[in-house]
């Protein structure tokens, strides 16, 4: 196990090497710079920027700069949209915000999910299985930037429950939904993983044999049956963790809520070079994080996989 | 989604190769299949909003692109959906035909939704394929590489690439199938070291059929079961990111259009009395990807006899 | 044993602003009743990008600096200018030295004088190539002595034509006369920075905890990307009058969700989506705002070597201005009181006399049988289609317009166009390369005179994208640097334009915006939008 663990941390480095090398390449690439404006600026200014923040050097040059500041100094640079920021700062304000809602609607997701899809299995063929199946996938193909200013219309607009937008700190009323709006289709998912692997497990002569010994339903569900049918569940939680994290740029556009997704897509049509690759790197270490930790997780309930 | 059949499609796929991939287990399947309601109806609806997007726009009076002056900046007052102007499906803001744009528009979600598919379905085949068929050191490098690959967060790497090569429709469909191909690629070596040891595998070794010709001629066909529900799940998964794309403003250039940028122009004018223009195009989008999901479980279903 | 009568005291004095509030203020001049909540709330698409005077480089940032910081003069709410932290100005004959006098009373916000070596110490930190501030071309339009030096690093910052003679004693010195400079003054980029906050702070000195400034308010919040808040500077000199007391600026990127939280009371100014303008204003006549802005949009041709043969004949050039029908892009798309352009330069602008160019003058059906008529001239037709790609960034009200173009193009000329956007800065890119056929523009003044927008068709401008070349333009516009009245050389200028067509005038901005009906005070007449909240009051409902 260790040893896995050891392994697999060897492979996270390169891996997020790559990522680096090849985000920078492409995004120095990508045509005009941060300093690419509606009216450009006389050359003399631009150069004068562009010597201050090093964008003169081959990039290279830039790259190990980059990256040489990051491992002495954990430092990741400062913003060139916004002037009087850092990088480090931006993460810093904005990736617990993200966390923050992001954490809430794994929850959610997770919560309502896997009992819907037990309810489901359990029921099989009945209308509440029909209406579980459907709802989750009507969760799924709602795409959420229809819900999310629905959401506000009709909360916000029409019941005047909830403030329209904003973080305040992250107090309850301004999750409610942000959260919604990004756990829909992690939760539909969900139920429907649950409900498939839990119909395998249910199907199976362990549980039948259970049955007609006679032990009492909950007892068998509780105990046999419950816990094989979330390892496919467990398997999704890192991707579906990384997904929301994606699905977090929507979250921002519309709520307002001041996290890291929009700083990213905004950096990337800004050209703001180390903003971009400040929240690519957080990302990337997370998704490895994160797949890490469901594996090991996975293997911990599942007694059959051996490292 | 994608991820959440993985393991379901990786037992499938043990159990098919135990059952010699006959021809009994095709018929058997498609007798499954057709027993399965949810899926036939689904397979017919989908075959039905496909057909109307090529027999369509026959009926329609205006074109995709076509603009109705006089509905022009008055959609709200003149465009609804009406048989007598010809909109059947209203206009959208600019006094275009709402009805020639969800066709258009089916068109082209479709489209990105097969190939962007065929895509993944083809280099994962391919890779995973090779990858388990030659085995040892390869086997692991390559798998290895898609590790790596798995940990990269995909949807930024599709803006950036966006951005970086121009917007463009081949680059969206080759940049989704590009990065969905890794579970493919998975499942189709796992698969693959099964069947490797068979005997047509083995009988062909000997008679000296080259290791190229092996993947490509025995292997591959051996594996279209789980490729094909593969490819039906994953077809709306890439729908869906289209219209992520769709949504920064990333996706197809104007006047094509496809089903998420007119759910996103729709959603956008909701509070404006234009409704129709959310509606119609998210009809057709929610139905199409109910289909594609009723269709993909109906298909895993047939070809896994353990299931039942 | 001294607790008691203390807290008595404070007692009592609370007591007694408690019951002034329940008097309700009433406004200094117009006496109506004053809310008791003064607190206003607007909403930003997008997260400004600095508050530091003179790195801003954005509209909504400069509007936050302005309520921060003061400059030597400001603008009332028509646009004319008033005293500031300068009481007045002299200026020599020639009009290239300027002496601007300070007021003694002007104080920062942590009590320290405002004098003149901090303007000095802030146009030379906006010069300096230290600061590398995307605005530093502010510095070199403003013709300072010297500027050229010190912005390359050949001269050090204090070679800088401004002198502190005393200090309330501020001394300019122009490398040309400029007749306008005082007006420049009231520029973000001008304001006072302070030099002791800056260097113990270094590139924090912007934030809400560091921050000194000499404004009407000050910055006590700032969450990037969701909100920031600006209060009543009580050291400000003229604090008396300031009536608002708190300014918030939430940040929502979307349009329509703006508006949603304006209808919801979030906001009290918010924005209009594209399009609804007309029918907002039948459903709020008296929220639903719009007035001229000093900006144009147009359609620029290449006119390079790398642009397409077609363009180079004015009579293909004349035919496309004249086959879009304008009324129908300002009245039926935008929707929100733009004009119809003919020529490059708004109307709303100061001195500027829209001259009667000829297709200005036509009938839409004259104008549309006057391109068939010029493009069969120049030998395109049915057989020989005109084919030609348009480029615009992305955003959904160029998508309408460029559809619509070319839409027009195709029924009146049957033209051949292809819409192409990218996204901004490699639209920006493409264009500044002239790797376009026919593309977007947009030019909004920096100041409220002609040239602002008419400079930008000369050669040398930076900004000729299409590089448009014309010998009498060019000399036109230069003698018009040193005119007392250079409106006849604008009209001149418009006129060849009108007549050699480098670009295709659509339409001239209108500003919009939801206001809720008790805020006062919006300086409507003011073309250029410089807004300072202190001027804003809120009336109880």
Redesign the interface.
């Known amino acids: 196990m260790i040893n896995y663990i050891i392994k697999r941390i060897g492979i996270a480095i390169p891996t997020l090497l790559i990522l680096i090398a090849v985000s920078f390449y492409l995004m120095h690439a990508a045509p005009g710079g941060p300093f690419t404006s509606e009216r450009p600026l006389p050359p003399q200014v631009l150069a004068n920027i562009e010597a201050k923040y090093g964008l003169d050097q081959p990039i290279w040059r830039q790259m190990i700069n980059y990256l040489s500041g990051i491992i002495t100094e954990f430092d990741f640079g400062p913003s060139y949209k916004y002037h009087d920021r850092t990088v480090n700062e931006i993460i810093g304000r904005g990736f617990p915000i993200t966390l923050k809602y992001g954490f809430w609607s794994f929850i959610a997701a997770i919560g309502v999910g896997i009992p819907l899809g037990a309810i489901a299995a359990i029921r099989k063929n009945t209308w509440i299985d029909y209406l579980a199946v459907g709802v989750s996938i009507g969760a799924q193909v709602l795409p959420n930037f229809v819900m999310a200013p629905l959401l506000i219309i009709v909360f916000t607009l029409w019941l005047d429950w909830l403030p329209g937008g904003g973080w305040n700190g992250g107090s309850w009323e301004y999750l409610v939904m942000p959260v919604i709006a990004l756990s829909t289709s992690y939760m539909a998912s969900i139920a429907r993983i649950t409900r498939s692997s839990m119909l395998e497990v249910l199907n199976t002569n362990y549980i039948r044999t259970a049955k007609s010994k006679g032990l009492p339903t909950k007892v068998i569900f509780f105990r046999h049956v419950l816990k094989p049918s979330l390892l496919p569940v467990i398997s999704y939680l890192g991707p579906a963790f990384v997904g929301l994290i994606t699905g977090s740029v929507l979250i921002d556009i519309y709520f307002s809520t001041g996290g890291m997704g929009y700083f990213f897509v905004n950096a990337a049509f800004n050209r703001d070079y180390s903003v971009m690759m400040g929240i690519t790197i957080v990302v990337g270490g997370l998704t490895i994080l994160f797949s890490l930790i469901a594996d090991l997780l996975y293997a911990w309930i599942d007694p059959k996989i051996r490292y | 989604m994608i991820v959440a059949n993985k393991k379901k499609i990786k037992d499938m796929a043990e159990n098919f190769s135990e059952s010699g991939a006959g021809r009994s287990l095709w018929k058997d399947a498609r007798i499954r299949f057709i027993q399965n309601k949810a899926a036939t109806i689904s397979l017919f609806v989908l075959l039905a909003i496909v057909s109307f997007s090529f027999i369509g726009p026959y009926f329609a009076v205006w074109s995709y692109e076509q603009i109705d002056w006089n509905a022009m900046g008055s959609a709200a007052r003149v465009g609804m959906p009406s048989i007598e102007s010809g909109h059947y499906f209203g206009t959208d803001d600019l006094g275009r035909d709402l009805y020639s744009r969800v066709i258009q528009g089916t068109q082209i979600s479709l489209m990105v939704g097969v190939l962007g598919a065929s895509v993944a379905v083809i280099v994962g085949t391919l890779y995973g394929a090779t990858s388990g068929y030659l085995g040892g050191k390869t086997d692991q490098i390559m798998m290895r590489i898609v590790d790596i690959l798995m940990s990269i967060p995909y949807m930024f790497v599709l803006i950036l690439l966006l951005v970086v090569f121009g917007r463009s429709i081949g680059m969206l469909f080759i940049g989704i199938g590009l990065l969905s191909w890794l579970d493919m690629s998975r499942i189709v070596r796992g698969q693959t070291l099964n069947l490797k040891n068979k005997e047509f595998i083995e009988a062909a070794k000997v008679t000296g059929v080259s290791d190229f010709k092996i993947i490509t001629r025995h292997i591959v066909p051996n594996l279209l079961g789980i490729v094909a529900v593969y490819a039906t799940l994953l077809v709306p998964g890439i729908i869906l990111a289209e219209s992520f794309i769709s949504f920064l403003g990333l996706g197809v250039q104007e006047p094509s259009t496809s089903w998420g940028a007119l759910i996103k122009e729709g959603s956008g004018t909701i509070s404006y009395d234009t409704e129709w223009q959310l509606l119609f195009p998210l009809a057709f989008f929610v139905v199409s990807l109910f289909c594609f999901y009723f269709i993909g479980d109906g298909l895993r279903d047939a070809l896994d006899p353990k299931e039942r | 044993m001294n607790y008691l009568p203390k807290s008595l005291a404070t007692g009592f004095v609370l007591a007694l602003f408690a019951s002034s509030s329940v008097f309700a203020a009433t406004h200094p001049v117009t006496g109506e009743t004053l809310a008791e909540d003064q607190t206003f709330t607007y909403s930003l698409l997008?997260?400004f990008?600095?508050?530091?005077p003179q790195?801003v480089?954005d509209v909504s940032g400069a509007d936050i600096v302005r309520d921060l910081f003061e400059g030597l003069m400001n603008q009332d709410a028509d646009g004319n200018l008033v005293p500031g932290v300068a009481t007045g100005y002299t200026t020599n004959d020639a009009k290239d030295v300027y002496t601007f006098t300070l007021r003694d009373n002007a104080m920062w916000s942590d009590g320290n004088p405002v004098t003149a070596h901090d303007f000095v110490y802030a146009w030379r930190r906006l010069a300096d190539?230290?600061t590398?501030?995307?605005y530093?071309?502010f510095a070199?339009i403003m013709a300072l002595e010297n500027v050229?030096d010190v912005?390359?690093?050949d001269a050090a910052p204090e070679a800088l034509g401004v002198t502190a003679l005393d200090n309330h004693t501020l001394e300019v010195r122009l490398t040309s006369s400029l007749p306008y400079f005082a007006a420049m003054t009231t520029h973000s980029s001008t304001f006072p920075s302070p030099e002791w906050i800056v260097r113990t702070s270094g590139?924090?000195?912007?934030?809400p905890e560091n921050i000194v400034s000499n404004g009407a308010y000050v910055l006590t919040e700032h969450?990037?990307?969701?909100?920031s808040v600006r209060e009543r500077n009580s050291l400000y000199w003229n604090n008396d009058a300031t009536i608002l007391e708190k300014v918030v600026a939430?940040?929502?990127?979307?349009e329509?969700?703006d508006?949603?939280?304006y209808?919801?009371n979030?906001l009290d100014k918010g924005t209009v989506?594209s399009?609804?303008y007309i029918?907002l204003k039948q459903d709020y006549p008296d929220e639903a705002t719009s007035f001229p802005r000093l900006c144009n949009y147009y359609m620029t041709f290449n006119l390079s070597d790398s642009g397409p043969e077609a363009f180079k004949d004015v009579r293909v050039r004349q035919a496309l201005a004249h086959a879009i029908d304008r009324s129908?892009i300002t009245?039926?798309?935008l929707?929100a009181g733009q004009i119809n352009a003919f020529t490059f330069t708004p109307g709303a602008t100061a001195g500027f006399e829209v001259p009667p160019v000829a297709f200005g003058q036509m009938s839409q059906d004259e104008r549309e049988a006057k391109a068939k008529e010029l493009l069969a001239e120049a030998g395109y037709g049915a057989d020989n289609p005109l084919s030609f790609e348009y480029i615009y960034n992305?955003s959904?009200g160029h998508?309408?317009i460029?559809?619509?173009a070319?839409?027009m193009w195709k029924e009146v000329l049957g033209a051949e166009v292809t819409?192409?956007?990218?996204?901004?800065?490699?639209f920006?890119?493409?264009r500044?390369a002239q790797g376009f056929e026919l593309a977007r523009g947009?030019w909004c003044g920096d100041y409220n005179e002609a040239s602002t927008f008419l400079d930008l068709l000369t050669s040398p401008s930076?900004?000729n994208d299409g590089k448009f070349s014309n010998a009498e333009v060019d000399s036109l516009m230069l003698d018009a640097r040193t005119m007392d009245d250079a409106s006849s050389n604008y009209t001149r200028v418009e006129e060849i334009l009108a007549n050699e067509m480098p670009v295709i005038p659509i339409y001239h901005y209108a500003g919009v915006f939801m206001l809720k009906t008790n805020v006062k005070g919006w300086p409507y007449n003011n073309v250029e939008q410089n807004i300072y909240s202190r001027n804003l009051y809120k009336v109880a409902k």
Do not use: C, H
């Open positions: 997008d997260e990008t600095s508050v530091d790195i480089e190539p230290a590398a501030s995307p530093s071309w070199e050229g912005m390359s690093g590139n924090d000195w912007t934030k969450i990037p990307n969701e909100r939430l940040v929502i990127n979307d329509n969700v508006f949603t939280r209808l919801a979030e989506p399009g609804q029918r129908v009245e039926k798309i929707q992305t959904e998508k309408k460029a559809i619509a070319q839409q819409l192409a956007n990218q996204e901004w800065k490699t920006l890119k493409t500044g947009a930076g900004y």
